[in-house]
Structure formats: structure tokens, C-alpha cells
């Protein structure tokens, strides 16, 4: 049967409203991450590898990123941006990822950087010279406004407790008190804004130079190779390196 005007009017909408949302849906996709695993092991390799097989053909070219700590699940082709724990990212950064973060959260405690409570200043803010040096990507904290206790068995007062009440180490659940008006900064928080504008310095000087001659004054005033663990233990270094590049830049010999 011949459909009516009216029924004709509304299966064209129909088809309208779908291709229009197939292709939203499909605009969204180009901004789209894929995510199978959170820090599996070698012992899922296969599992994963399965599971990578399932899925890929479904993601149009669009890359797989997970927090991993091994690195052959890179070498195996199946993970494209690796989110590398700082405590363990040495083995990547011998590979040639083109697309590599780093994140740290409750167990990047021994010798590397972070944002807990209990640990200087400078533990903090030197995660962006090491940013820099690596040409790492992106960085992943999970801990923002996380105000529960493991797995959210109930509220906690962030001004009360800071480790989600005996969850992981102080200062790694959140980085924002709830305030009356919005969130208020920690002063951790804003050390790790410090950290991040401290790459863009960095990057300008070597935008006028190179990125070898700005690691080369990073590591002269530094005094040692930097690496995610070893870095200067005082809060002068990044005083005097941000000092130095602010003066090559004002001199205009760069």
C-alpha cells in the first residue's frame, strides 16, 4: 500500500531525526577514547588481547588508552596512547610512543612525585619539568572531588579526613574542598597549576631555541639527570630554573 502525505511527512522526519543522530553520534566518536582495562597485568594478556580483538573493529581507527604499567601490552600493538604509572613509565620511554601519558595516584609513593599530603612542595611542582623533558602528552589523576570511602560505602567530610577515612593516603582522593560557591583549591592543587604552567614556560623557551637546549639548562641547574625518580629534593630548583628561562626569554638571545 501507498503511504498517505502524512504518513509520508512523518517517516521522512523519522529518517531525518535518525541520520541526524547517527551523525552526531558519529561526530562524537572522532573525540572518543576507548578504554578496555584498568592496569591489567601480564597474566591478562590474553584476556585482554580477546578482548581487544572484540572491540577494535567497532572503534573506526579510534585509539585505545588505559592505565598500564607493563609494557608489552604496547609492544603487542594494543594499546595506542599508554597511560604509564610514573613509578613504572622508564620502560616506555625507551619505546617510541608517540602518544604517551603518565598518571600517579595512590601507590606512586617511593622516590617519584606526587600531590599526598604528607610530601613536600617540591614533590609536587617537579612533575612539570618532567613533563616537559619526556614530551608527555597528557597526565591522568583520578582524585578530584572524590568525598567517600572505598568503594562509596558512605560520605565523608573532606575537611575531617583527607584519605577518604583510612582509604588510600592523604590528599589522593581530592584536590577541591566543597565550598559554599563552588569548589575551593587545594594548596596542592593549585602547586600542581604551578607544575602545569611550568611546561608552557618551558615549551616557550624551546620554541626559541630547542627542546635539547632547554633540558640541557634543566639538567645543569638541576645538577643530575632528570628522571620520574630523581629529580632535586629542595624547593630552590625550581625557582632558580624558572629564573634563568624567564631571563633568556627577556634577553631575546634565543
Given at each position: 500500500a501507498e503511504l498517505t502525505e502524512e504518513q509520508a511527512a512523518y517517516t521522512a522526519a523519522d529518517a531525518s531525526e535518525r541520520a541526524e543522530l547517527a551523525g552526531g553520534q558519529l561526530a562524537m566518536l572522532e573525540d572518543s577514547f576507548f578504554h578496555i582495562s584498568d592496569e591489567p597485568g601480564l597474566d591478562h594478556l590474553e584476556t585482554y588481547h580477546a578482548l581487544w580483538r572484540f572491540v577494535k573493529p567497532m572503534l573506526r581507527g579510534r585509539p585505545i588508552m588505559d592505565a598500564i604499567s607493563n609494557v608489552d601490552f604496547y609492544k603487542h600493538g594494543l594499546i595506542d596512547i599508554p597511560v604509564s604509572a610514573t613509578d613504572h613509565i622508564e620502560p616506555f620511554l625507551r619505546e617510541p610512543v608517540e602518544n604517551q601519558w603518565a598518571y600517579y595516584c595512590c601507590g606512586e609513593y617511593k622516590a617519584v612525585g606526587n600531590r599526598f599530603l604528607a610530601f613536600p612542595e617540591y614533590r609536587n611542582?617537579?612533575?612539570?619539568v618532567q613533563l616537559f623533558k619526556f614530551d608527555?602528552?597528557?597526565?591522568?589523576?583520578?582524585g578530584y572531588n572524590f568525598y567517600h570511602t572505598d568503594r562509596s560505602m558512605y560520605v565523608i567530610d573532606p575537611y575531617l579526613t583527607s584519605s577518604g577515612d583510612g582509604m588510600v593516603p592523604s590528599g589522593d582522593p581530592f584536590s577541591v574542598y566543597p565550598g559554599k560557591d563552588g569548589p575551593v583549591a587545594s594548596l596542592r592543587a593549585l602547586n600542581f597549576k604551578d607544575a602545569l604552567q611550568d611546561v608552557d614556560?618551558?615549551?616557550a623557551l624551546a620554541q626559541r631555541t630547542s627542546h635539547e637546549h632547554v633540558?640541557?639548562?634543566?639538567?645543569?641547574?638541576?645538577?643530575?639527570?632528570?628522571?620520574?625518580?630523581?629529580?632535586?629534593?629542595?624547593?630552590e630548583f625550581i625557582p632558580a630554573l624558572m629564573d634563568a628561562v624567564r631571563q633568556e626569554l627577556e634577553a631575546g638571545t634565543c
Open positions: 611542582r617537579i612533575l612539570g608527555i602528552k597528557g597526565f591522568l589523576q583520578w614556560i618551558l615549551k633540558v640541557e639548562l634543566i639538567e645543569k641547574l638541576a645538577g643530575m639527570e632528570i628522571r620520574f625518580d630523581k629529580y632535586p629534593r629542595n624547593y
